[in-house]
């Protein structure tokens, strides 16, 4: 997993609840790293589900909320980072169907040993839209989040239904997003 | 935990994070680093690829340059092996035809005539081959002569008469009256008037074919003008396009039906062009086809090549030309000139009596009426002076007393208006004074011996042979023969040393030399024949039935002198025959 996904995880604990917390939860995780993390690292990814699983034993909140929580910090932090990759883009679905056939083919030009998620995207049903989330990974929690984010950054209220695709795993769902104003 | 402890630990991971950080800058640049050296090195083996390629290319241009080198020499030498056989199988057949009706029977004429027929049709389609892979090969020459248009129309109309009676059509040649002569390639301008009457003769049948030719002067422009229309069964528009390209007839079926390599026009074509000219094409479906050509009147492109030879040849002989009359004196001296003849001058007949006393002609040409002394008292001075009287004289005049000339001792007789070869072929008859009537043959092919002796014998003459070019040297040492037809090439001593030979050699100097050659001549070997004054004509060369004919032809002439006690020599305007 990308070094950015753990400086980002650490700086939205220390953030939205306190540096003492994201110390406590390092020293708690008893991580391989010691957690010390660069954004231009990689790191193993169990680090982040043990750094999860902490916080949620220190905070109280399910491991899932808080992956969703870090999904929609992180949308922001990206928009604020990359700024290139939301060049021309007026919507939400505009973004999400190029993750795959854009933002990821310029990450594994930089990284090329990055093993990242697939997002599925089918606009075929107007004002709806399917994504599908595939990863080796149990995440699907952090990508409702990010997609939540997203819908936030283009301020388009919508529901989303999900669909576990894997048994409870979280490393495959679906995503079918109604836009609630107009269609998608 | 303290504060202190917290933030010392915070602290170290920073720290920790930064140092891992620039690890990974450093492995990134390294990376960077490597990945130029490599594409680098990588544009540097294009670079050698691309020359690599480069010389592999050349290589394969030079390859290719020497297949068509190779190419060339193999049709030529093919051609060569060809016609020697063709030479026999048309020669034997005309041979026969030839015999009385006791020794070859009426029912095998027929056959016979197949024969050869078949035999002529291939050897033009060998000639056709070998002259488009020499235009192909840039290697088809342009020989440029004075020639006279209308004489050459006349010839070319007596040639394809038979070919118009076939199919029952007649031939209708108008010439404009200010054609006159022209200076271009006179070989080239009768096989495009060949090929185009050819195909009217072939496309039509109990029609009507034209040909119509005029002087085209526009401004500088001065150009010859030849259609050639036909009643035939005409062309389609879309038989039309590609017509003068290779190997394409209107259609399949025109092959299946009127035969022929479709090279024809496409050969007629690269010959219009060369001297300088083009063709067109207007044709009808059922109504028949016209052709139309113009080249310059004055060919501008190669330099004078004839002109040049003839300077550089060695002196035919001196022509006395007394003759008050500039005009028809100039056109005269020009053709002489260009035959190789030295001519000298005289206005007068006190003049020329001078001149035939200080010069020693060969010949006197007189014309009977001059300014002081009329023709019959200078000839009649000639004739009574002991050291003139052996000098043949070719009387030229208006006056039709051809008896009082003979009676007081010309050789030959002409009237007005003089055709130039007409006079010249006289000359070749009265230059030399004694002969015996014998022929020697050098040449290695038997067949060709055998064909030529049985023509030869059949004549009337007595023939030597020799098998190689060192046979007939030893032939000749032994005794000058009257003529000698010589092959080109031959094992061992070949026909230029026989030639070269020949011409060194002061007793063997004016023995009159028949080229008989199937090889294609270079551009430097003609000139070389012409040098030593040997006049092959360049499409002669090509047809050994042609050269056949050419020594019989010259042989008769040599005859009909033979008889009046006169010496042979050759017919100039005959295809390939030399002097």
């Known amino acids: ?184 | 935990v303290s504060d202190t402890q917290q933030l010392a630990r915070r602290l170290e991971r920073e720290k920790q994070a930064r140092k891992a950080a620039e690890a990974i800058a450093e492995e990134k640049t390294r990376e960077i680093y490597d990945a130029n050296v490599r594409l680098q090195h990588l544009n540097s083996r294009l670079e050698e690829l691309v020359r690599q390629r480069t010389m592999e290319l050349a290589a394969a241009r030079d390859e290719a340059v020497r297949a068509n080198q190779a190419k060339s020499d193999f049709l030529a030498s093919m051609s060569h092996e060809l016609r020697t056989p063709l030479n026999a199988i048309i020669g034997y057949s005309e041979m026969l035809l030839e015999e009385p009706e006791d020794r070859v029977r009426p029912e095998v004429r027929p056959d016979l005539d197949n024969i050869r027929s078949a035999g002529k049709h291939l050897l033009g389609l060998i000639n056709e081959i070998l002259d488009l892979s020499k235009i192909e090969a840039g290697k088809m020459d342009i020989f440029l002569e004075v020639f006279d248009m209308v004489a050459l129309l006349g010839e070319v109309r007596a040639t394809v008469q038979p070919l118009m009676a076939n199919n029952g059509n007649t031939l209708e040649v108008r010439c404009g009256s200010d054609l006159a002569t022209l200076r271009s390639d006179q070989t080239k301008v009768r096989q495009i008037l060949l090929n185009l009457l050819s195909n009217a003769a072939k496309f039509t049948t109990e029609g009507r074919v034209t040909v119509e030719a005029r002087r085209l002067m526009e401004g500088a422009s001065d150009q010859v003008e030849l259609k050639v229309s036909d009643s035939g069964i005409g062309m389609t528009p879309e038989q039309l396009t590609g017509l003068f390209q290779p190997f394409s007839q209107a259609d399949a079926s025109t092959t299946r039906n009127y035969g022929g390599t479709g090279l024809g026009l496409a050969i007629t074509q690269h010959f219009c062009r060369m001297l300088g000219g083009d063709i067109g094409v207007e044709s009808e479906v059922g109504k028949g086809s016209t052709f139309t050509i113009r080249v310059p009147a004055i060919c501008p492109s190669a330099p004078p090549r004839r002109a040049e030879a003839v300077a550089q040849r060695t002196v035919t002989g001196t022509v006395l030309l007394v003759d008050d009359e500039r005009v028809a004196g100039n056109v005269l001296g020009r053709a002489l000139t260009q035959e190789g003849y030295r001519v000298v001058r005289a206005a007068g007949g006190e003049e020329g009596l001078r001149h035939a006393r200080e010069d020693k002609p060969d010949a006197i040409i007189l014309d009977v009426i001059t300014p002081d002394l009329d023709g019959w008292s200078i000839l009649r001075s000639l004739k009574t002076d002991p050291q003139l009287s052996e000098i043949p004289v070719i009387l030229v005049t208006l006056m039709g007393d051809r008896d009082m000339g003979f009676a007081l001792g010309a050789a030959e007789y002409l009237t007005k208006p003089i055709n130039p070869k007409e006079l010249i072929r006289l000359l070749a008859r009265v230059q030399r004074r004694e002969i015996a009537p014998d022929v020697l043959i050098v040449d290695d092919d038997q067949t060709t011996r055998d064909v030529l002796r049985r023509m030869l014998i059949k004549e009337g003459w007595t023939v030597r042979e020799a098998a190689n070019g060192t046979e007939g040297l030893e032939q000749l040492a032994r005794a000058v023969p009257a003529v000698m037809v010589l092959d080109l090439m031959m094992p061992g001593v070949d026909g230029f040393e026989v030639l070269r030979a020949v011409r060194q050699d002061p007793s063997w100097r004016d023995l009159p030399v028949v080229i008989v050659t199937s090889k294609d001549l270079s551009k430097e070997e003609l000139e070389w024949l012409r040098g030593n004054a040997i006049d092959v004509f360049q499409k002669g060369a090509y047809s050994r039935a042609e050269l056949i004919s050419a020594v019989r032809a010259m042989v008769e002439s040599a005859r009909t002198a033979c008889s009046s006690r006169l010496s042979p020599a050759c017919l100039r305007e005959t295809p390939a025959c030399s002097r």
């Open chain 1, 1 to 184: 997993m990308k070094g950015i996904v753990f400086t980002e995880f650490l700086e939205m604990v220390e953030q939205k609840f306190s540096p003492d917390l994201a110390d406590r939860i390092i020293d708690a995780a008893e991580l391989p790293s010691g957690g010390v993390y660069t954004a231009v690292g990689t790191y193993d990814h169990h680090e982040m589900v043990k750094l999860v699983s902490c916080l949620s034993l220190e905070t109280g909140t399910d491991g899932d909320e808080l992956l969703r929580l870090f999904g929609a910090y992180m949308f922001e932090r990206f928009y604020v980072l990359f700024p290139k990759y939301f060049e021309g883009i007026q919507s939400a679905s505009e973004f999400l169907e190029k993750i795959d056939d854009y933002i990821h083919v310029e990450v594994r030009k930089l990284y090329p040993e990055a093993e990242l998620p697939s997002f599925g995207c089918d606009t075929s049903q107007p004002g709806r839209l399917c994504l599908t989330y595939r990863s080796t990974r149990p995440f699907a929690s952090l990508a409702d989040g990010l997609i939540r984010g997203c819908l936030a950054h283009f301020r388009e209220p919508a529901d989303i239904v999900i669909e576990d695709l894997s048994g409870g795993a979280g490393t495959a769902a679906q995503f079918f997003i109604t836009r609630r104003d107009t269609p998608l």
